[in-house]
């Protein structure tokens, strides 16, 4: 059967992917056809009926945005009629619509202002009564219904993209209003994201409510520093009053195409306002030189990474990140195995999948771009999501197809378990084919507590799906086991048509662990913490003995999940000193800091270009043309499969380090408009069996931790495992994440 | 008809028509040679066209008809399109401030003098918490009473601005309309760059609406 067919656009030949729109046809070739409701990464909404479009042997108009062409069939985009219809219909949007534009936050990018001028309508000859429809606040969201003109995009990407399906429709012809879905008030995870695609200023970030306009503002375009995920973004910023500095006023993104957590969005003011001066950077450099090693945390850049890497070799010190070093040894099981430096997947490559299987990780709250990713996958692919974890989560409810809860810790059993499944047919080699015989499933399936019925089930829905994807969480790579289970992983990879997406915890963890060589964390004295703890700090957080600039005030690159090198840059001025000038003055002598950027690490895959050649921009129909993917690299697979070790158990009150919506680190907690909740949440089941209840001052003590928290009894929870924040402490990212912990009540 | 004419009349340029208005100026050869030089100047330097002009200073003096303006204490009328020190307007209606806070200004100065911020007041409408105007670095071109679209900020016919200190060259507070003018109705609309055209009244049309 032809994929393709070929039509006409004014007179233009063109041709068309099997089941795609007229509408995208034209965008494709720079045939321009207004919309007002339609964006690219949801199905259409079909509500604005402006992309009408006359089709040869049709009467009336056809929605080019929905409609496929037909072989052979006419289009016209421009005509006398098509335009006196655009033109009533934006007459009909402009009814009652308030004039406000001169102080309305939309004014400047708003679709309503440029269709109304576009479409020329000088004269109104509609008119409806006007009603009374009060502004409504829903937290960091506010919604004016009076502005709203119901194109549906908010609806649209809540429920496609982020899977929150908060807001709905309320319908009743112009009493039409978007409502929360469920309840009074608005309850998601605010990702803001119907702010972002709003057309009109109707939906409004209550932050930056009438704090400045579109063009007072400077736009900075960047990569957001909060998670791996590596999501576009752009600072805008603005004089603070009128004689500050500049600040950041709010975050916009490419809505078009890509999509923003709320921490990205709402969680952008975390820069540095400490200065440093010379008598602290004298100090540091003197603790550099009597320090025996360098603690650092992977929320730097690919630059300061390399500069850490020369200053090691300059100091002949250890470098400690214990995140990035039990990644990076994670990946090396997983090469040993695949021959291969890099995972092969991607967040682009979740999206089009058809089948996935997401393990260790609670992803909506450690890595929303994944969790955006496997929504739209199940959306709009219907894609089968099999999530594995010990606990259920509310948030994925709405996506996941199949849910794999196993015992705490067993997760090198349940990897076993799902390769022998997936690679049942697979020409495996002998020692691969002794390995699965020498399983026992009895006990893995009595330990693990998944029952075989599961993996056939999964095998039975996945099997007409064509592209699938496994997605491997930080569970895992921090496990006790990690080095089995990667190789397991590599070996589902390398057998199977499965792409492995492994889930970095930190932005740049990847990026740090493929340029730094580390050590293993000792409890050692000397230490000098850069952006991290030590005997002396350098940190872009406060109570540092030097103060540098963070992440939104620097330029350089990150490595994100998708194996993109993506470069960022200044939205904000530092003044002081960078890990840079400390360098300069051990003689590791260069200018800025990105002129390192064409010596990061060659044999990790980094290629060899300046950060001033760098492209960082979305092309119109969507291709990520930011940074540059590392290249791929080959390297010897000589490992082989060990033998399983014995399923741990966990008893009693577990806790498990997670960090609730909208926040990751210590610099989300730095900002003001996120909110900062750091209960110890738990299931009634779990305050029963910590003989605890609601709202009870608790001491948690884990793994030589201590810490006091309030516990909160949450609805949502089940089982005896309590999530444990972890953004206002810092934990020993080697940990595993599930700790067993004792908690008592303070009095 | 009378503005034809006088269109007519600049268009034609044609300085060798007979009925053109032009003239060849009266100018007597150059001399070439060095005596004709040394001639032209013992005549100009002996004419004595000196004592015209003390004659025409002496006379007037004698007369006592003084034409110059005595400033301070006299000072020339000034157009209502003049632009000197800037004016921020109030509503005849309510009294309350014009500006509502849309930052034009500020973006379409060219040099950079205009700071502003807003928020968001308790009645959830926009508030102009700051307004500065650097008049030290203002250049008078009127861009931003052109562009306001509340005609809150204007130019006013205050040119003088000399201070010890930069930063009492403008406070917003100077600029505002004060509240007795308001209430006396002496509130000067401003005439020109972005002010309304004449008869504008009659020119706009209603919403129609069909209740």
Avoid at chain 1, 53 to 82: H, K, R, W, Y
Avoid at chain 1, 430 to 450: H, M, P, Q, V
Avoid at chain 2, 172 to 185: C, I, N, V
């Amino acid at each position: 059967m032809n994929k393709e067919v070929s039509f006409k656009i004014d007179g233009i030949s063109v041709v068309a992917q099997k089941g795609e729109s007229i509408l995208n046809v034209a965008r494709k070739n720079g045939i321009y056809i207004p919309t007002m409701c339609y964006i690219s990464k949801t199905s259409p909404c079909a509500s604005c009926r402006m992309c009408v479009v006359e089709a040869s042997g049709m009467d009336g108009f056809v929605l080019s945005c929905n409609t496929p062409p037909i072989e052979g069939v006419e289009i016209t985009t421009n005509s006398q009629a098509l335009n006196h219809e655009r033109t009533n219909i934006m007459k009909l949007y402009d009814v009652n619509h308030p004039l406000e534009c001169g102080v309305c936050d939309k004014s400047g990018e708003c679709d309503l202002q440029n269709k109304t001028l576009e479409f020329d309508v000088e004269r109104q000859n509609f008119s409806a009564r006007d009603q009374l429809r009060p502004l409504k606040k829903w937290g960091l969201i506010d919604y004016e219904p009076s502005l709203c003109i119901m194109c549906e995009k908010c609806v649209h990407v809540c429920n496609e993209v982020i899977g929150d399906d908060a807001i709905e429709v309320q319908f009743g012809g112009y009493k039409s209003t978007i409502i929360p879905k469920g309840s009074e008030l608005l309850d998601c995870t605010f990702c803001g994201e119907c702010i972002a695609v709003c057309p009109v200023g109707a939906l409004t970030s209550s932050g930056f409510k009438y704090r400045a306009n579109a063009w007072e503002l400077n736009r900075v375009p960047a990569t957001c520093a909060h998670c791996s995920a590596g999501c576009p973004l752009e600072y805008e910023t603005r004089h603070s009053s009128i004689n500050g500095a500049d600040e950041i006023y709010r975050i916009k993104n490419n809505f078009e195409f890509t999509s923003l957590c709320g921490a990205g969005r709402f969680g952008f003011d975390f820069e540095n306002r400490v200065s440093s001066n010379e008598s602290a950077f004298n100090s540091a450099i003197e603790a550099l030189k009597e320090a025996k090693a360098i603690r650092f945390s992977s929320i730097i850049t690919n630059e300061e990474a390399h500069i850490l890497e020369l200053l090691k070799d300059k100091l002949g010190i250890k470098l400690f990140n214990e995140d990035a070093r039990v990644f990076a040894e994670f990946m090396k099981s997983y090469s040993s195995i695949s021959g291969k430096l890099h995972h092969s997947g991607s967040l682009d490559a979740i999206k089009q999948s058809d089948a996935c299987i997401i393990i260790g990780s609670r992803i909506a709250t450690d890595n929303p771009g994944v969790r955006y990713a496997l929504t739209t996958a199940a959306k709009h692919n219907g894609a089968k999501i099999l999530y594995a974890h010990p606990m259920e989560d509310a948030l994925m409810q709405n996506v996941i197809t199949q849910m794999m809860k196993y015992e705490v810790g067993t997760e090198e059993g349940v990897m076993a378990l799902l390769a022998h499944a997936i690679l049942q047919d697979a020409d495996l080699d002998d020692s691969e084919r002794a390995f699965f015989k020498e399983l026992d499933f009895g006990y893995l399936c009595a330990e693990t507590n998944i029952g075989e019925e599961e993996f056939s089930l999964m095998m039975k829905s996945f099997a007409r799906a064509k592209k699938r994807t496994l997605i491997i969480g930080n569970d895992l790579i921090a496990h006790k086991r990690a080095n089995n289970i990667a190789k397991l992983a590599a070996l589902i990879e390398k057998y199977s048509d499965f792409s492995l997406v492994v889930v970095p915890r930190e932005v740049n963890t990847l990026g740090v662990s493929l340029i730094n060589s580390l050590d293993c964390d000792e409890n050692i004295s000397n230490v000098v913490g850069y952006n991290a703890k030590g005997s002396f700090v350098i940190s872009s957080l406060e109570g540092a003995n030097l103060a540098v600039p963070a992440l939104n005030q620097q330029e350089g690159t990150v490595v994100s999940i998708d194996n993109r090198v993506l470069p960022t840059n200044v939205s904000l001025e530092f003044e002081g000193y960078t890990l840079n000038d400390i360098a300069r003055s051990f003689g590791i002598d260069k200018a800025e800091t990105v002129e390192y950027t064409k010596e990061l690490n060659k044999n990790a895959g980094f290629k060899e270009i300046a950060f001033d050649d760098l492209e960082n921009f979305l092309s119109s129909m969507g291709e990520d043309n930011r940074g540059y993917l590392l290249d791929e690299i080959i390297c010897r697979a000589e490992g082989n499969l060990e033998e399983l070790d014995d399923l741990p158990e966990f008893n009693g009150t577990i806790i498990y380090q997670c960090d609730p919506v909208l926040q990751f680190n210590n610099y989300t907690l730095k900002t003001k408009q996120l909110p900062k909740e750091n209960f110890l949440r738990g299931s009634a089941q779990f305050s029963v069996a910590a003989r605890i209840s609601d709202g009870d001052m608790v001491e948690i003590n884990f793994g030589g931790t201590k810490i006091q928290r309030k516990f909160k009894l949450d609805e949502e929870l089940k089982g005896t495992i309590a999530l444990n924040p972890t953004f206002d402490i810092s934990v020993d990212a080697s940990r595993y994440r599930f700790e067993k912990s004792k908690i008592a009540r303070v009095m | 008809m009378h503005n034809e004419q006088i269109q007519e009349h600049f268009n034609n340029r044609n300085v060798t028509e007979a009925d053109s208005n032009y003239f060849m100026v009266d100018i007597a050869p150059y001399p070439t040679d060095g005596w004709g030089k040394f001639k032209r100047v013992v005549k100009r330097s002996f004419r004595g066209e000196l004592f015209v002009g003390l004659w025409v200073v002496l006379r007037e003096m004698i007369r006592f008809n003084i034409h110059t303006v005595k400033y301070p204490e006299e000072k020339m009328p000034i157009g209502p399109r003049y632009r000197a020190v800037h004016e921020m307007k109030r509503l005849w209606e309510s009294d309350t401030e014009r500006c509502i806070g849309c930052g034009l200004c500020e973006k379409i100065c060219i040099s950079n003098c205009i700071r502003i911020d807003t928020k968001l007041d308790e009645d959830s409408r926009k508030e102009v918490t700051e307004y500065s105007i650097n008049l030290g670095r203002c250049i008078f071109c009127g861009y931003c009473a052109e562009v306001c679209p509340e005609l809150a900020i204007t130019h006013g016919g205050e040119y003088e601005n000399a201070s010890d200190q930069r930063e009492q060259f403008l406070i917003f507070q100077d600029m505002l309309t004060p509240l007795e003018k308001m209430k006396a109705g002496t509130q000067k609309e401003f005439e020109g760059f972005g002010a309304i055209t004449p008869h504008e009244d009659e020119r706009v049309k209603k919403t129609p609406l069909a209740y």
